[in-house]
């Protein structure tokens, strides 16, 4: 065993480098359906359809926590560690 081998943990490094990549190109997705939700539930409110306003009204919501979610979850993470 080398000494570099010694004093990095291979396994933990490759864990945090995957599931880093995971989580933000999950985050990426999640904010980007939100954007999409509130700029078709403004399209569908001005063209006078309020049930499918409502539904993208209700995904936009959804897609925000979801963010907002994983943000604490990260600070928590972040914080006991």
Known sequence: ?????AIV???ALLEMVYV???AGIGICIV???AVLAITRA???RRADHPRTAAIYGALATISVGVCGWAVVTGITI???K
């Open 31 to 33: 904010y980007a359906l």
């Open 78 to 80: 972040m914080a006991k």
């Open 42 to 44: 403004q399209e569908h």
């Open 20 to 22: 880093s990549v995971i």
């Open 1 to 5: 065993m080398t000494l570099a081998a």
């Open 9 to 11: 943990d291979t396994h």
